[in-house]
């Protein structure tokens, strides 16, 4: 039998917000990089993926910050069920 670890609905704010601060460093060492080729063109790859580590970071931000609610000293359980909704 393995053990399942216990979940509190906390670590979904604390995770995303780790998430955030690594892509946030992901990004800040992107874009220290050089976006110009050897040819004296734009490097589209790395200037794809910065966007893109861009995105996933501030998403992660939003995320974090709108899950701080989980984060309370509160007793969490399932929602009681009523006639078809939950209240």
């Known amino acids: 039998m393995t053990s399942t670890p216990a979940f509190d609905p906390s670590d ?18 992107i874009g220290e ?7 004296g063109g734009r490097n589209d790859d790395l200037d794809r993926v910065y966007s893109m580590v861009k ?11 709108v899950t701080q609610v989980f984060d309370g000293p509160r007793a969490w359980g399932p929602l009681p069920y009523k006639g078809g909704q939950t209240q």
């Open 12 to 29: 979904v704010f604390y995770e995303l917000g780790d998430l955030a601060h690594m892509l946030d460093a992901i990004r800040l060492v």
């Open 55 to 65: 995105i996933a970071q501030r998403e992660a931000l939003r995320l974090h910050e």
């Open 33 to 39: 990089m050089s976006f110009e080729t050897a040819g």
